[in-house]
């Protein structure tokens, strides 16, 4: 692992990622969580060597709640050595302050800030987006519901309608949903579970479980069963969003050692955890409340970033730096409705292509990279002047000096 982990930070790499969240669906922890201090600081020792790079780590602040831990081992493996760390993420959801995990957090953050310590914490602007699906997610097990995961589970569609149409099943998954779910979970709460994409338009949509119970006269359980019997197996169901601390949030856009715009948008777009979600940051935070300036939203999304990451020729606009820049008007910019966007290829689609969850742009008015327009007057240009982007080379420099 680390001679390929060497192999990539010469070639280039951003730096290491890892996960000291994740347990699979069987309720078992992911290798990565059963690493000892000598693999981690087998790699730890490989990212020194490039004080370009950086350690990405996802830590625990919903489920098990072991970020602490996690933060403060990764400190005493790293003290010492030139290596930044972003662990991702600061607990901003309401819910979090009740369990105590957000005044650890942020105590463990001033401490190590207060050290000297490079260490900075990611953030994100907006809740993280769950859905339940039945072909191929985790969000049932990681709610501690693994009777309803037994569907998820099975290989076959026909062994998927079997189970959600058997009322022994439905009986043990609403025990499953009223009693095992974690109180966090929108899968405690039928309210909090919404129907928007039915893979054959049966319906309801656009109504919560809770709703569609009510008119059969049953539980939420049994309702969101016999929605996806009726709607089909492709159909997902989808969490309410958590509501956040704006004021943890504002602080954190503030704070020097702490990077936002955090979102899954690339690992799951069926999801929309991050497709448009950073235009949340202009059309909440600066125009509707006035809680930040235009300039630090522009910095939180841009320099910030790029700084963090030690792409040091580009994030501002200055002479000599590459001219990445956006031009928009602030009254024209909006967070757009959700839409399906089938663009994906899938060799199992009819077509070739399946669907992802995206958002209709801003508009911006011209995007330039490197100088040159990409898109302008909402069109695409046709050109592709983009360049491939490795941590600088001046931090290495200078450690080598």
Known sequence: MAALLEDALAAGALGLSSNLLDYDGQNRPIPSLNADDAELSALIDVLARYPAATFQVIVDIFVRLSAPESVERIARLTAGKPVRVQWAGMPVLQWQQGTGITQKMQAIHERLGKEGRDFWTGHAHRPPSAVASLNHSLVFAQSKCFVWHEVVLAETQEEKLAL?????????????????????????????????????????????????????????????????????????????????????????????????????AGAHGQMLCGGGENILLFTKYVKEQGAISIELAVHVLSGKLAGHFNLLDRGEIKLGKKGDIVVFNLDEIGYRPMKKAFDVPDEHAQNGLTWRWTRDAAPMRLTLVNGTPTFEDGKFTGALPGEMLSPALEPMRLAAE
């Open 164 to 264: 959600l149409k058997d009322p022994e099943w439905r009986a043990r998954a609403r025990i499953d949903l009223e009693q095992n779910a974690i109180r966090q979970s929108p899968l405690a709460d039928g309210e909090k579970l919404f129907f928007y994409n039915s893979d054959n338009g049966v319906g309801p949509i656009n109504c919560t479980a809770a709703d569609f119970a009510r008119e059969l006269g049953v539980s939420y359980s049994d309702a969101m069963a016999e929605w996806y019997v009726r709607n089909g197996l492709n159909s997902t169901v989808h969490f309410a969003p958590w509501p956040i601390d704006d004021n943890i949030l504002i602080k954190l856009f503030h704070d020097p050692k702490a990077v936002g715009n955090i979102s899954d």
